[in-house]
Nanobody, 125 residues
């Protein structure tokens, strides 16, 4: 069983930056592809980005490409999300997730077995 705890959310002005962290405990972190999803009020949870176990393969939603960067440190059991050039549409609760090997596409929420509690990101004008 893997437990995930996100941190780093907060209030930021449009154009600003935030760095989210997600620390894992339990299980072998390096065995899990990881991802970030987000959910805005009244909207479905959506894929943001994913990273393979080695950190070599990355995927991004079109809406964040060029602005967000995912990375991981397997020694620290941590996955990061660097968010730059934030805009109002980025306001959401951000969740990290661990993929237990479902075989589903990495952009599908159902591919992930373990989820954090989420951290709120609010972008103001």
């Amino acid at each position: 069983q893997v437990q995930l705890v996100e941190s780093g959310g907060g209030l930021v002005q449009a154009g600003g930056s935030l760095r989210l962290s997600c620390v894992a405990s339990g299980g072998t972190f390096s065995n899990y592809p990881m991802a970030w999803f987000r959910q805005a009020p009244g909207k479905e949870r959506e894929f943001v980005t994913s990273i393979s176990r080695s950190g070599l393969n990355l995927d991004y939603a079109n809406s964040v490409k060029g602005r967000f960067t995912i990375s991981r440190d397997n020694n620290k059991k941590t996955v990061y999300l660097q968010m730059n050039s934030l805009n109002l549409e980025d306001t959401a609760v951000y969740y990290c997730a661990a993929n237990g090997g479902s075989g589903l596409p990495v952009s599908r929420a159902r591919a992930y077995n373990y989820w954090g509690q989420g951290t709120q990101v609010t972008v103001s004008s």
